[in-house]
């Protein structure tokens, strides 16, 4: 049974950072697109950024230029690295996989996520 862990949330003041990690285990191979997604209360579940088995990111046009990810494949382990946070990031924040090829936006198509962690930027 896959399960992802993430850790790394926490609280911080606008233009600060924070690097959430998630690990993961049980998945069968490497044919995963790894994801990170955010929910802020009272708005739906989106996708902030994604890499592909072959290395190909994609970001949503909000987290441009401040947020990277990264993977490391030896530990299994998923990063996001927040830069130049501002409020409207605030979310609790998942990591997710999905089967295939190719990252794609709609959470809908990922299997399998993490609890999630609270990331939360004062203003």
């Known amino acids: 049974q896959a399960q992802l862990v993430e850790s790394g949330g926490g609280s911080v003041q606008a233009g600060g950072s924070l690097r959430l990690s998630c690990v993961a285990s049980g998945l069968t191979d490497n044919s995963y697109c790894m994801g990170w997604f955010r929910q802020a209360p009272g708005k739906e579940r989106e996708f902030v950024s994604g890499i592909s088995r072959y290395g190909g990111i994609i970001y949503v046009d909000s987290v441009k230029g401040r947020f990277t990810i990264s993977q490391d494949k030896a530990k299994n382990t998923l990063y996001l690295q927040m830069n130049s946070l501002k409020p409207e990031d605030t979310a609790v924040y998942y990591c997710?996989?999905?089967?295939?090829?190719?990252?794609?936006?709609?959470?809908?198509?990922?299997?399998?996520w993490g609890q999630g962690t609270q990331v939360t930027v004062s203003s």
């Open positions: 997710a996989a999905r089967s295939g090829d190719w990252c794609v936006l709609g959470s809908q198509y990922y299997k399998y």
